[in-house]
């Protein structure tokens, strides 16, 4: 027993006996004194006086005893140095301010609100290397001040082997408080219960770094206001709630705190010297603090060492991992002491889908990668607490996850580790599980897959976003078919491949991977062989190489009478001849390809099939048909609940409605149409909306607008390589700048339009912008210019059966000749162009013919003919609204 604390039992005991005697003495005289009731009334007085003096001595000695400060020689100040803090400013400026905040000892007298009575807690988690340690250091010396009672720090090793044991702990808390070895208890409740009877009354701040759990905590908390702990730990803790009692998750430091953090090692000069590669060297080392202060010490100890040198070390994935190792620093046994804790499952599961494409992962990947009946919920939950998976907001939806890539790299080693037996009866249970839910998927776009298919939601999948979820898990779903084969699974693969046929529109398949993924082998089922060959000409199709999608079916460019078309293989061949811009024959073959799905009552590849067909007609010239074909594949895509359909074909109505000068009913479809491809994450469709968009908006006169949705098309197609779309949007510039009075502007579109086209070999958009050069001369008074142009465009649309470019062509050049004196060559180039509008239905295209030809006959002296001719289009509305209408100043299509 410490010699100050028998002292003060000494001193309280003699107290008591004082007060004893002088109670019994006062007895004495006031029972000589008085007599009957007034001395028993003055000795009850006598007693309560004594009493209420026993009382005080008796506290004042317990708080002497228990409170009084500490001498100096037993005020722990037990801080370890600050490690380098560089950024983090709102988060540790938060801390401090909260630390500094210091009550005064509750003294024994109850607060008025609980959690003023408690001590605070503030506990910092996050994963490992994140700079748990390095915040609270530094906090820590911040606030000292505020506990002149003392600091303690303790490491409770909660990332080693033998988390540092809380009754351990206790013990040198207590003997660093002053208590003397023989009066620290046995027992850790024991212990526990005299740290917080000592520390009650003080103010005390204690720093629990590095905690396993909230087990091993919880002994090591103190009661009094006064006290404050702060804890650093890779998982959350549980603590209790109150407002003096928080959790704080430590995050990444952002871009700017990540490029100040290696400079704070490597050296502000060397970092401003080369900003750009020292950016890319911080995304390498994922902005984690612990790679940035590896990376910056190597470069500190070898000024030979430049940043590209170390960019190049760093920029191979695969040896990364293996470069973050320092001294005692090394990433590797950073993400080992959290990986080693895991279960069994958890280490299994994590590596499988850390071998997966990158990507985002789900509830739906944890749980096909565990062993059936394993808990797939706490799996999640434990790699999320121990920050080996990041989780991303849901949005309503099913959660998220990612690796990063560091962590990715070594769970992958550490999988390659595991037995391969272990490894193939992992991913068997993968392939089975992909199998499984895109056949399930597929199904309701080929309901013979109905069979195949499970009864039940294939992994709580939902079919009405199957091509959302395909598109997402495309290259995985390619790994899972390749994998089938080497784990013998060929029958497996090929059903997985074919249901991967019925999602071409969404997913991306090159020719080369399509000759492989559809490889039909020795596949003995004639339904798979069949789906397995439309894929891989769809692919083709997809790759722009149409003469390779019809060998797939046309030999030698003739049907092979082996090998009968059936319905779905001719939406197929439609879809090439379309591609080679051979319309006529694209419209037939749909046509009837349209016609035999609806006697099988194939309802999806109706829907697909009359998605193309109204483009093939309004290409043809027949608009109000493909208005028609359009509106009813919308409404089989709501029947589907296909969003990515509806959107499409939101878009491609819009583009027939805008043909029909209807821009007001087009313009609402495509911008929905930009929203959904926006939320869908689908950027060239997105791109295609907005240029459509633009269209519309030029119609409406909105041209501004108009180059605002080009500029934000461009935006997206420029960075993919998009060269025919960015050649596309600048023919469509064309007009716009034309219209006004930017000619110069207007012939630059031109020019890099055509040098697009020339280059693309796009014989058919080439012609297209020749037309609009022709148009530009015309505007411009060069009507003798304008007709090569305008010629060439004619020849083109004509040979590939664009009716309506034809017609617009044909119109340009009447009033070209019109123009330079020459009636016949004008008439008959102007009634051609009436003669096909007339056969589509487009009355407000056939309405600016009927001027110009109205001009070009009074021209030629044919006044009576004139004349007649303008009596019968007086019955066309749109003829009455646009009086005096000239082709040779007017912007095309516009009013």
Same mark, same amino acid.
């Given at each position: 027993?410490?010699?100050?604390?028998?002292?003060?039992?000494?001193?309280?005991?003699?107290?008591?006996?004082?007060?004893?005697?002088?109670?019994?003495?006062?007895?004495?005289?006031?029972?000589?004194?008085?007599?009957?009731?007034?001395?028993?009334?003055? /000795?009850?007085?006598?007693?309560? +006086?004594?009493?209420?003096?026993?009382?005080?001595?008796?506290?004042?000695?317990?708080?002497?005893?228990?409170?009084?400060?500490?001498?100096?020689?037993?005020?722990?100040?037990?801080?370890?140095?600050?490690?380098?803090?560089?950024?983090?400013?709102?988060? &540790?400026?938060?801390?401090?301010?909260?630390?500094?905040?210091?009550?005064?000892?509750?003294?024994?007298?109850?607060?008025?609100?609980?959690?003023?009575?408690?001590?605070?807690?503030?506990?910092?988690?996050?994963?490992?290397?994140?700079?748990? *340690?390095?915040?609270?250091?530094?906090?820590?010396?911040?606030?000292?001040?505020?506990?002149?009672?003392?600091?303690?720090?303790?490491?409770? @090793?909660?990332?080693?082997?033998?988390?540092?044991?809380?009754?351990?702990?206790?013990?040198?808390?207590?003997?660093?408080?002053?208590?003397?070895?023989?009066?620290?208890?046995?027992?850790?409740?024991?212990? $526990?219960?005299?740290?917080?009877?000592?520390?009650?009354?003080?103010?005390?701040?204690?720093?629990?770094?590095?905690?396993?759990?909230?087990?091993?905590?919880?002994?090591?908390?103190?009661?009094?206001?006064?006290?404050?702990?702060?804890?650093?730990?890779?998982?959350?803790?549980?603590?209790?709630?109150?407002?003096?009692?928080?959790?704080?998750?430590?995050?990444?430091?952002?871009?700017?705190?990540?490029?100040?953090?290696?400079?704070?090692?490597?050296?502000?000069?060397?970092?401003?010297?080369?900003?750009?590669?020292?950016?890319?060297?911080?995304?390498?080392?994922?902005?984690?603090?612990?790679?940035?202060?590896?990376?910056?010490?190597?470069?500190?100890?070898?000024?030979?060492?430049?940043?590209?040198?170390?960019?190049?070390?760093?920029?191979?994935?695969?040896?990364?991992?293996?470069?973050?190792?320092?001294?005692?620093?090394?990433?590797?046994?950073?993400?080992?002491?959290?990986?080693?804790?895991?279960?069994?499952? $958890?280490?299994?599961?994590?590596?499988?889908?850390?071998?997966?494409?990158?990507?985002?992962?789900?509830?739906?990947?944890?749980?096909?990668?565990?062993?059936?009946?394993?808990?797939?919920? &706490?799996?999640?939950?434990?790699?999320?607490?121990?920050?080996?998976?990041? $989780?991303?907001?849901?949005?309503?939806?099913?959660?998220?996850?990612? /690796?990063?890539?560091?962590?990715?790299? /070594?769970?992958?080693?550490?999988?390659?580790?595991?037995?391969? =037996?272990?490894?193939?009866?992992?991913?068997?249970?993968?392939?089975?599980?992909?199998?499984?839910?895109?056949?399930?998927?597929?199904?309701?776009?080929?309901?013979?897959?109905?069979?195949?298919?499970?009864?039940?939601?294939?992994?709580?999948?939902?079919?009405?976003?199957?091509?959302?979820?395909?598109?997402?898990?495309?290259?995985?779903?390619?790994? $899972?078919?390749?994998?089938?084969?080497?784990?013998?699974?060929?029958?497996?693969?090929?059903?997985?491949?074919?249901?991967? *046929?019925?999602?071409?529109?969404?997913?991306?398949?090159?020719?080369?991977?399509?000759?492989?993924?559809?490889?039909?082998?020795?596949?003995?089922?004639?339904?798979?062989?069949?789906?397995?060959?439309?894929?891989?000409?769809?692919?083709?199709?997809?790759?722009?190489?149409?003469?390779?999608?019809?060998?797939?079916?046309?030999?030698?460019?003739?049907?092979?009478?082996?090998?009968?078309?059936?319905?779905?293989?001719?939406?197929?061949?439609?879809?090439?001849?379309?591609?080679?811009?051979?319309?006529?024959?694209?419209?037939?073959?749909?046509?009837?390809?349209?016609?035999?799905?609806?006697?099988?009552?194939?309802?999806?590849?109706?829907?697909? &099939?009359?998605?193309?067909?109204?483009?093939?007609?309004?290409?043809?010239?027949?608009?109000?048909?493909?208005?028609?074909?359009?509106?009813?594949?919308?409404?089989?895509?709501?029947?589907?609940?296909?969003?990515?359909?509806?959107?499409?074909?939101?878009?491609?109505?819009?583009?027939?409605?805008?043909?029909?000068?209807?821009?007001?009913?087009?313009?609402?479809?495509?911008?929905?149409?930009?929203?959904?491809?926006?939320?869908?994450?689908?950027?060239?469709?997105?791109?295609?909306?907005?240029?459509?968009?633009?269209?519309?908006?030029?119609?409406?006169?909105?041209?501004?607008?108009?180059?605002?949705?080009?500029?934000?098309?461009?935006?997206?197609?420029?960075?993919?390589?998009?060269?025919? @779309?960015?050649?596309?949007?600048?023919?469509?510039?064309?007009?716009?700048?034309?219209?006004?009075?930017? /000619?110069?502007?207007?012939?630059?579109?031109?020019?890099?339009?055509?040098?697009?086209?020339?280059?693309?070999?796009?014989?058919? @958009?080439?012609?297209?912008? =020749?037309?609009?050069?022709?148009?530009?001369?015309?505007?411009?008074?060069?009507?003798?210019?304008?007709?090569?142009?305008?010629?060439?465009?004619?020849?083109?649309?004509?040979?590939?059966?664009?009716?309506?470019?034809?017609?617009?062509?044909?119109? +340009?050049?009447?009033?070209?000749?019109?123009?330079?004196?020459?009636?016949?060559?004008?008439?008959?180039?102007?009634?051609?162009?009436?003669?096909?509008?007339?056969?589509?239905?487009?009355? @407000?295209?056939?309405?600016?013919?009927?001027?110009?030809?109205?001009?070009?006959?009074?021209?030629?002296?044919?006044?009576?003919?004139?004349?007649?001719?303008?009596?019968?289009?007086?019955?066309?509305?749109?003829?009455?609204?646009?009086?005096?209408?000239?082709?040779?100043?007017?912007?095309?299509?516009?009013?």
């Amino acid at each position: 027993m410490s010699i100050d604390v028998q002292a003060r039992r000494r001193r309280l005991m003699m107290a008591t006996a004082v007060v004893a005697a002088v109670t019994g003495m006062s007895g004495d005289l006031i029972f000589t004194e008085l007599e009957g009731a007034q001395a028993l009334g003055a /000795f009850g007085g006598a007693v309560a +006086l004594m009493g209420g003096v026993t009382v005080l001595m008796y506290r004042h000695a317990t708080q002497e005893q228990v409170a009084s400060p500490s001498p100096a020689s037993t005020v722990p100040h037990q801080l370890p140095s600050e490690h380098r803090l560089v950024g983090r400013q709102l988060l &540790s400026a938060s801390l401090i301010e909260r630390l500094r905040d210091v009550p005064a000892p509750a003294s024994g007298i109850l607060p008025g609100e609980p959690a003023a009575g408690q001590a605070a807690v503030v506990a910092v988690y996050g994963a490992g290397g994140t700079g748990k *340690t390095a915040l609270a250091l530094h906090v820590a010396h911040r606030v000292k001040e505020h506990y002149p009672d003392g600091q303690l720090h303790v490491d409770l @090793w909660g990332d080693g082997d033998r988390p540092r044991d809380s009754g351990e702990v206790l013990g040198e808390f207590l003997h660093d408080l002053g208590v003397a070895p023989e009066d620290v208890p046995d027992r850790t409740d024991g212990r $526990a219960r005299r740290f917080r009877s000592l520390t009650n009354n003080l103010r005390l701040l204690i720093v629990l770094d590095n905690a396993h759990s909230t087990e091993q905590i919880q002994p090591l908390l103190p009661v009094g206001a006064g006290c404050s702990v702060l804890v650093t730990s890779r998982r959350p803790l549980s603590i209790e709630d109150g407002s003096r009692r928080i959790r704080k998750k430590i995050q990444l430091p952002d871009e700017n705190e990540a490029l100040e953090l290696l400079s704070a090692y490597a050296g502000q000069e060397r970092v401003a010297a080369e900003p750009a590669t020292a950016l890319e060297i911080v995304e390498f080392c994922e902005r984690l603090p612990l790679s940035l202060r590896i990376v910056g010490e190597k470069l500190a100890t070898r000024e030979d060492l430049t940043l590209r040198q170390m960019h190049e070390r760093l920029g191979h994935e695969g040896d990364r991992l293996h470069e973050m190792v320092f001294g005692n620093l090394s990433l590797q046994a950073c993400l080992s002491l959290s990986y080693r804790d895991l279960p069994e499952p $958890a280490r299994n599961a994590m590596g499988l889908m850390a071998s997966l494409h990158k990507g985002r992962l789900t509830d739906w990947h944890v749980r096909q990668c565990l062993p059936a009946g394993a808990a797939a919920g &706490s799996v999640a939950d434990e790699l999320v607490a121990v920050g080996l998976m990041e $989780a991303h907001d849901s949005d309503g939806g099913e959660s998220g996850y990612r /690796f990063h890539d560091l962590v990715r790299v /070594f769970a992958q080693e550490r999988y390659e580790d595991l037995p391969p =037996q272990e490894r193939a009866a992992a991913e068997e249970r993968l392939v089975r599980a992909y199998r499984e839910a895109v056949v399930y998927l597929a199904a309701d776009r080929a309901p013979e897959l109905g069979a195949e298919a499970s009864r039940e939601r294939a992994g709580g999948l939902d079919r009405s976003t199957a091509a959302d979820w395909v598109a997402g898990e495309s290259e995985r779903i390619k790994w $899972a078919i390749t994998r089938a084969r080497r784990l013998g699974l060929e029958s497996e693969g090929a059903e997985l491949a074919e249901g991967l *046929t019925y999602f071409l529109d969404d997913v991306k398949v090159s020719t080369e991977s399509a000759r492989w993924l559809f490889d039909a082998g020795a596949e003995p089922r004639a339904r798979v062989v069949g789906s397995l060959r439309r894929g891989r000409a769809a692919a083709a199709l997809g790759s722009g190489m149409p003469d390779t999608a019809l060998e797939v079916f046309l030999p030698g460019g003739s049907a092979d009478p082996a090998a009968p078309l059936t319905a779905r293989d001719r939406a197929v061949v439609a879809r090439a001849y379309a591609a080679k811009s051979d319309f006529r024959s694209a419209l037939d073959h749909m046509t009837t390809a349209v016609r035999e799905l609806r006697a099988d009552g194939d309802r999806w590849h109706v829907l697909s &099939s009359l998605e193309k067909l109204g483009e093939f007609q309004r290409w043809r010239g027949r608009p109000r048909e493909a208005e028609h074909s359009q509106q009813e594949a919308l409404r089989l895509a709501a029947e589907f609940g296909d969003l990515r359909a509806q959107a499409r074909l939101r878009r491609t109505l819009a583009e027939t409605l805008g043909y029909l000068r209807r821009p007001q009913e087009a313009a609402p479809l495509l911008e929905q149409a930009v929203h959904d491809f926006r939320v869908l994450g689908d950027r060239v469709w997105e791109g295609a909306s907005l240029y459509a968009l633009g269209k519309i908006n030029r119609l409406l006169a909105r041209r501004e607008a108009a180059l605002e949705a080009y500029d934000k098309a461009e935006d997206i197609f420029g960075p993919m390589g998009e060269r025919l @779309w960015v050649g596309r949007i600048d023919n469509a510039r064309i007009r716009v700048y034309a219209g006004m009075g930017r /000619f110069d502007e207007a012939w630059a579109a031109a020019r890099a339009s055509l040098d697009a086209f020339r280059q693309l070999g796009h014989e058919t @958009w080439h012609a297209h912008t =020749q037309r609009d050069v022709g148009w530009l001369h015309l505007r411009q008074g060069r009507s003798a210019e304008a007709v090569a142009p305008l010629t060439e465009a004619v020849e083109v649309t004509r040979r590939v059966g664009d009716a309506y470019a034809q017609a617009m062509a044909l119109h +340009l050049r009447g009033v070209a000749h019109r123009e330079l004196g020459r009636p016949e060559e004008a008439r008959a180039d102007l009634e051609g162009a009436l003669a096909i509008y007339r056969s589509g239905a487009y009355e @407000w295209n056939e309405a600016i013919v009927l001027h110009d030809l109205i001009r070009a006959l009074r021209a030629e002296g044919a006044a009576a003919e004139a004349d007649s001719v303008e009596a019968s289009a007086a019955a066309n509305p749109a003829f009455a609204r646009m009086p005096g209408r000239d082709g040779a100043r007017a912007v095309p299509d516009e009013e």
